[in-house]
């Protein structure tokens, strides 16, 4: 860690559990940083406050700021509600929650006799921002739809960092953060107890599952954080859910690797998710594109259908979405074919859904 002591000169902008700040440093000069207050408490203009400037110094896009770690001359009060699950664990930071699946919560028995999620529809894709794209497929279908989402451990730990989520509360019928990620509406241990949680607790009739903001990838066939998609397949499938497959698709990428068809796609669903994942591409790309898609799914393994989802009324969809479409900094006019493909997704789940 970067460590550095500094001072709060202004406060900027809040979103649910988050809260900018100006910080001078001695070292550093004006420092942009992120508090989230349930953890460390509310700084204000003239508090001391320690940091952790290694984001920050290595200039990263979606995490690149400096985290408080704490406001040492005025503690947060203790915490109010009780619980025994300990997340971001054995670090400096650990925090204890109150899980949806211990036993002193009144979803305990729930969690503990369910053993499927009754055929529900489970779009799963590599990035964050593919939900917003997701649910505007989902209620492009239909409204009436109730979507939870389950956040997984791969990007940020907290759910409250996600602006996503602060734009999408009161939309989606809840969140449910897992493993060591925390902040959801729900807590859970695993991703197959978040996708339970999600069913019979939320009564969800569409799950999405993707990691939190902020992909970990190295260039390497198997080392993004992303990986993690085809197991939570594995997970929809043993708990006899259906898996769909929100492809990340791309014209715009400057990197060959995530053009066409994304290799975090065609590695996460085509090697790792082994009891099978459908995966929807949508109509309506360029010839050239729709062309590159086709040709970057034909290797993959029978277990993987894949279906071409109309895509009439989305772009339109895609438009009205309460938060702004951004993936890899570029927008929806930019990267078009990726929120496509998830909004593509959506629908697909919606269609799905079982009769009540």
């Known amino acids: 860690m970067r460590w550095r002591r500094g001072r709060v000169t202004a406060t900027g902008r809040t979103w649910g559990d988050a809260l ?15 508090a989230h207050p349930s953890v460390v408490g509310t700084p204000q203009v003239g508090d001391e406050v320690l940091l952790n400037t290694t984001a920050w110094a290595q200039r990263l896009g979606t995490g690149g700021y400096a985290l408080v770690v704490a406001v040492p001359d005025r503690l947060p009060p203790d915490p109010e509600v009780a619980g025994h699950l300990v997340k971001a664990r054995y670090t400096g930071l650990q925090v204890t929650v ?34 917003p794209a997701v649910l505007a497929g989902v209620h492009a279908e ?26 999408l509360a009161g939309t989606l019928a809840g969140v449910v953060t897992t493993g060591q990620a925390f902040g959801g509406d729900l807590e859970a241990v695993s991703v197959h107890t978040g996708l339970l949680a999600a069913r019979h607790v939320l009564h969800a009739d569409v799950t999405v599952v993707t990691q939190g903001p902020g992909n970990l990838g ?33 014209d715009a990428d400057p990197r060959p690797r995530h053009r066409g068809v994304s290799h975090h796609s065609l590695t996460a669903f085509g090697r ?28 993959q393994p029978e277990r993987n259908p894949v279906v071409w989802v109309d895509t009439q009324g989305l772009d339109d969809a895609l438009a009205a979405s309460p938060v702004t479409l951004s993936t ?25 859904v079982r009769p009540a």
């Open 272 to 299: 790792v998710a082994l009891g099978g994942v459908t995966l929807v591409a949508p109509l309506g790309l360029s010839p050239e594109l729709a062309g590159q898609v086709e040709e970057d799914l034909a290797g």
């Open 218 to 250: 190295t260039g390497t066939p198997w080392g993004f954080s992303g990986v993690a998609a085809g197991d939570a397949c594995n997970a929809v499938t043993v708990l006899g859910g259906l898996p769909v497959g929100a492809l990340r698709i791309s």
């Open 98 to 131: 109150q899980g949806v699946d211990e036993q002193d919560t009144p979803h305990h028995r729930t969690i503990a006799d369910a053993d499927d999620v009754d055929g529900m529809p489970v779009v799963v894709a590599d990035l964050h921002s593919a939900l």
């Open 328 to 352: 890899m900094g570029r927008g929806l006019a930019e990267e078009r074919a990726y929120f496509l493909a998830a909004a593509a997704a959506g629908r697909y789940a919606a269609r799905s």
């Open 20 to 34: 900018e700040l100006t910080v001078e440093v001695p070292q550093d000069g004006a420092v942009r940083a992120l």
């Open 142 to 167: 239909s409204r009436e739809l109730r979507v939870a989402y389950v956040m997984t451990d791969g990007g940020a730990l907290p759910a409250a960092f996600s602006r996503t989520l602060d734009a």
